[in-house]
């Protein structure tokens, strides 16, 4: 009797160790590694290491609506491309849309954003047009779309035979820093950046505007997670800008 007695036991247990197994198999998340870099406001890593911003806001609010578990993989700009070209992560946030970079990654087909290019100088420098770039070091972010792209400042001030110096460097802080240490003649960084933090650096706006984008998501290319990251960003990309109340318009 107590043989059979602790074989129904053991059974139970056996039984309950396979039911809760399985069932945290089924309510485990998707993994999905997210590439992050410093480009506050709309992304960027805070003091206490937590991944912040609109594009962290969006792809959180996603990944609870997919059942993702999300983990972040922070570094340069620079290194979150090549993370994503060689598939060590799955999306790679804040990616402007171009001929070349589609070559490279696949995007969502919803735009998450659109920005541009801007240029500030040092306070004791006077420049009012892309002429006074002549000779200039122009601070730039590495990789960036507003340095290299097809309309980015390099190919812009050599369309027009002009010819200046380039430092380039991690992340938009950097560009600002160079220019408030009066390291570098003039710098590019994205409207959103500007104006977010301007006031926190000794330096000044011009009136020069270029290389309007559209910001989405980027994903390895061809990688076979993309049949289900694709449309789930998309589909709830589109339905959170459908809506005036939801996390999109409040990030914004």
């Given at each position: 009797m107590k043989t059979r007695f602790f074989f129904f036991v053991g059974l139970i247990c056996l039984l309950g160790a396979v039911f809760f197994y399985t069932w945290q198999d089924a309510t485990a998340g998707e993994l999905v590694r997210v590439g992050v870099y410093d480009n506050k406001?709309?992304?960027?890593?805070?003091?206490?290491?937590?991944?912040?911003?609109?594009?962290?806001?969006?792809?959180?609010?996603?990944?609870?609506?997919?059942?993702?578990?999300?983990?972040?993989?922070?570094?340069?700009?620079?290194?979150?491309?090549?993370?994503l070209k060689n598939n060590e992560i799955d999306i790679m946030v804040d990616v402007a849309l171009s001929e070349d970079r589609e070559q490279e990654y696949d995007f969502t087909t919803e735009t998450a954003l659109v920005n541009w290019g801007i240029l500030y100088t040092r306070p004791d420098l006077e420049i009012e047009s892309i002429n006074d770039l002549e000779g200039k070091n122009i601070a730039v972010m590495k990789s960036g779309i507003h340095y290299i792209g097809p309309w980015g400042i390099k190919n812009m001030l050599e369309s027009f035979q002009i010819k200046a110096n380039y430092t380039d460097v991690s992340d938009y802080d950097d560009v600002f820093e160079l220019l408030d240490a009066g390291k570098a003649d003039a710098g590019v960084v994205n409207r959103i950046f500007g104006i977010a933090n301007e006031a926190d650096y000794n330096v000044v706006k011009t009136n020069i505007v270029f290389n309007p984008i559209e910001l989405r998501f980027a994903l390895t290319k061809n990688a076979p997670a993309n049949s289900y990251l694709q449309p789930g960003i998309d589909n709830n990309l589109q339905d959170l800008k459908s809506d005036q109340d939801s996390v999109y318009y409040k990030s914004l």
């Open positions: 406001p709309k992304i960027y890593r805070d003091t206490d290491g937590t991944i912040k911003g609109f594009w962290a806001n969006i792809i959180n609010e996603i990944a609870i609506r997919e059942n993702w578990d999300l983990e972040y993989v922070y570094g340069s700009w620079d290194e979150g491309l090549q993370r």
